[in-house]
Every structure is written in structure tokens, then in C-alpha cells.
């Protein structure tokens, strides 16, 4: 069973409980190529967590992609966070909210800031974020370098 209270503004990582947060994390082969773009989801003043899983599908707790590597802390001053929550459903969530005093979210500037206010969870988080990028990026200069030599 889903304990859905107490605690209602601690992060508490191990238990992926990101209460008034917006949550990351990346999405094979997608990421590895591009680690600024990955999954969303917006957390419930409770921490729980709620992303858009697919067609008619919105889960609780159990991200399409696994757990958050990244949060993004929100101002509690700024919002109502009880409601439903990938990019574009945080972004209808925040607008519908008027969060920050706008109604222009979408995913371009939600993406960049994830990516500018965004804090990962662990180190291996942030290895499982950027390492397959990283990696994928040091192959193709080292083939275009090898190309060049010949």
C-alpha cells in the first residue's frame, strides 16, 4: 500500500518523495543522445508523484521511465499543487495553475528549466543521465577524428 502521508514538504529520495516538485528522469537511447529531453511527471504536495504514462493513462508512483534522477523544487507560494499530473501534461498542470503568474508553459522552457534548476538525486543518477551521452558523444568525435586523419 501507498502511504500518501506525513512528511508533506521533506524530500525524502529513498522513498521518491518529491513533495510540490516537478520530477525527471531519462528515457533510453532518447536521453543518451539528447540528456536535456526525458520523462516528467509533477508530485502532489504529499510527494506522490503523477506523469502522464500514455493514452488515457496517468500514473501514481510509477514513472513510465523509473524513478526521478532530477527534481525541480517549486514555490509552494506560487501554486496549488493538488492536482493531476510527461512534458506537456506538466505543462497544461502549471498553466491551468497559473504557476509563477503564467500561462505559457510548454515543453521547451519546462525542458530548460529542468535542465538549469534541476538537481539530481545521486551520483549515479547524474551518471545515468549523462554517462550514455557523454560516451555516445566521445565515440562520434573520436570516428570523425579517425575519418579526418585518413
Known amino acids: 500500500m501507498i502511504n500518501y502521508h506525513g512528511g508533506f514538504e521533506k524530500i525524502d529520495r529513498k522513498n521518491s518523495r518529491y513533495p510540490y516538485c516537478v520530477v525527471w528522469t531519462p528515457i533510453p537511447i532518447l536521453s543518451w543522445l539528447l540528456p536535456f529531453i526525458g520523462h516528467m511527471g ?58 509563477d503568474n503564467r500561462t505559457s508553459w510548454n515543453m521547451v522552457n519546462l525542458c530548460l528549466r529542468s535542465l538549469i534548476h534541476g538537481k539530481h538525486v545521486s551520483c549515479v543518477s547524474f551518471l545515468k543521465t549523462w554517462l550514455p551521452f557523454l560516451m555516445l558523444t566521445g565515440a562520434l568525435v573520436t570516428f570523425i577524428l579517425t575519418l579526418n586523419l585518413h
Not at 523509473?66 to 493538488?82: A, I
Open 42 to 99: 509533477i508530485c502532489t504536495s504529499a510527494g506522490v508523484i503523477r506523469d502522464f504514462a500514455g493514452s488515457y493513462l496517468v500514473s501514481e508512483d510509477n514513472m513510465a521511465f523509473g524513478r526521478p534522477t532530477k527534481y525541480w523544487k517549486l514555490d509552494v507560494d506560487k501554486h496549488n499543487l493538488c492536482c493531476d499530473n510527461c512534458h506537456s501534461h506538466v505543462a497544461l498542470a502549471l498553466n491551468l495553475m497559473r504557476y
